[in-house]
């Protein structure tokens, strides 16, 4: 009887474990459907069954996310939320999770952002800033620092001067283009053909281009890997991906991208001769859209 036992709670714990996993797929892949209903009452039956997880509250801030893209700013605030009061108070219970990819850190993240956006959206620019800013000082010493900055950045970096780099200068009297990069990073890749396009380009004119990085605490495949493994591991990226690109030494940095923002990778921002910010874009440019605004700056 005491094995029957066992193996039951095996299994159940097995179940749980999967559907756990499955939930956030399970309701991507409806938002991606603009199945909004259909993710709703997904997540309903998920929290009959299971309770209050991390998994099912990333799974809501991704309901919070599509509502957002798709313009229905009541909706998004509403799921933001409720994402945001549940996963603050199991934030509460728990050790801060260390991995800003954590369950936990994009859920709770994710509420931040949303929310903030539809402020800025509304027309509430400057109230979003403050919201922001609010948070960041309670977040200050975790993972999702570097999150909430981005959003800050996002609204309120252009137009301002630009935030210092530790082991690197932003020169004065030079344009300057920011390459912030990950060794994990696809889409870091796919643009380094676009950037190495307009380094040729440009730097003979006198674009200088930087591009720091920072450790994340594993190499490929997820692997844990102490710092100086990890070190060395960077630079074999670079030599395999970003030989034409980028030179060493490499500049390996974590507060770099906290101040930055650069919780998205690759993230481009463009500095004037001035040291004035005039692009700051999480994510990917297409090539044509980025050598206009670098063209800009001469």
Same mark, same amino acid.
């Given at each position: 009887?005491?094995?029957?036992?066992?193996?039951?709670?095996?299994?159940?714990?097995?179940?749980?474990?999967?559907?756990?996993?499955?939930?956030?797929?399970?309701?991507?892949?409806?938002?991606?459907?603009?199945?909004?209903?259909?993710?709703?009452?997904?997540?309903?039956?998920?929290?009959?069954?299971?309770?209050?997880?991390?998994?099912?509250?990333?799974?809501?801030?991704?309901?919070?996310?599509? @509502?957002? =893209?798709?313009?229905?700013?009541?909706?998004?605030?509403?799921?933001?939320?409720?994402?945001?009061?549940?996963?603050?108070?199991?934030?509460?219970?728990?050790?801060?999770?260390?991995?800003?990819?954590?369950?936990?850190?994009?859920?709770?993240?994710?509420?931040?952002?949303?929310?903030?956006?539809?402020?800025?959206?509304?027309?509430?620019?400057?109230? =979003?800033?403050?919201?922001?800013?609010? @948070?960041?000082?309670?977040?200050? =010493?975790?993972?999702?620092?570097?999150?909430?900055?981005?959003?800050?950045?996002?609204?309120?970096l252009e137009g301002?001067?630009?935030?210092?780099?530790?082991?690197?200068?932003?020169?004065?009297?030079?344009?300057? $283009?920011?390459?912030?990069?990950?060794?994990?990073?696809?889409?870091? *890749?796919? @643009?380094?053909?676009?950037?190495?396009?307009? *380094?040729?380009?440009?730097?003979?004119?006198?674009?200088?281009?930087?591009?720091?990085?920072?450790?994340?605490?594993?190499?490929?495949?997820?692997?844990d890997a102490p710092?100086?493994?990890?070190?060395?591991?960077?630079?074999?990226?670079?030599?395999?991906?970003?030989?034409?690109?980028?030179?060493?030494?490499?500049?390996?940095?974590?507060?770099?991208?906290?101040?930055?923002?650069?919780?998205?990778?690759?993230?481009?921002?463009?500095?004037?001769?001035?040291?004035?910010?005039? $692009?700051?874009?999480?994510?990917?440019?297409?090539?044509?859209?980025?050598?206009?605004?670098?063209?800009?700056?001469?």
């Amino acid at each position: 009887m005491a094995r029957r036992v066992l193996v039951g709670a095996a299994l159940l714990a097995a179940a749980v474990v999967f559907a756990a996993g499955g939930i956030v797929d399970d309701v991507k892949g409806r938002v991606a459907l603009n199945d909004f209903a259909g993710a709703s009452a997904r997540i309903q039956a998920y929290r009959k069954s299971y309770g209050i997880t991390p998994q099912g509250l990333e799974a809501m801030s991704w309901i919070a996310r599509g @509502e957002l =893209a798709h313009r229905d700013l009541d909706q998004a605030a509403k799921w933001a939320d409720d994402t945001y009061r549940l996963a603050s108070a199991e934030w509460k219970k728990h050790p801060v999770p260390k991995d800003p990819n954590a369950p936990l850190c994009l859920a709770l993240g994710a509420s931040i952002e949303v929310e903030g956006t539809v402020m800025a959206v509304r027309g509430e620019r400057a109230g =979003a800033v403050g919201y922001l800013q609010g @948070e960041l000082q309670k977040f200050y =010493a975790t993972p999702i620092r570097a999150r909430i900055q981005k959003v800050i950045n996002e609204l309120s970096l252009e137009g301002k001067p630009a935030p210092a780099l530790a082991g690197m200068t932003i020169p004065k009297g030079r344009p300057v $283009m920011i390459f912030f990069w990950a060794h994990w990073c696809p889409d870091c *890749k796919a @643009e380094a053909a676009d950037l190495v396009r307009l *380094k040729a380009e440009f730097v003979p004119k006198g674009l200088v281009f930087l591009a720091p990085t920072q450790k994340y605490g594993y190499v490929a495949g997820g692997q844990d890997a102490p710092p100086e493994v990890e070190t060395r591991y960077i630079e074999q990226v670079r030599k395999t991906y970003y030989a034409n690109l980028i030179d060493a030494p490499i500049v390996i940095n974590e507060e770099n991208f906290r101040l930055w923002g650069a919780s998205t990778t690759p993230t481009l921002a463009l500095v004037d001769r001035a040291g004035i910010v005039r $692009m700051y874009h999480p994510g990917a440019v297409p090539y044509a859209q980025l050598r206009a605004q670098v063209a800009a700056l001469f």
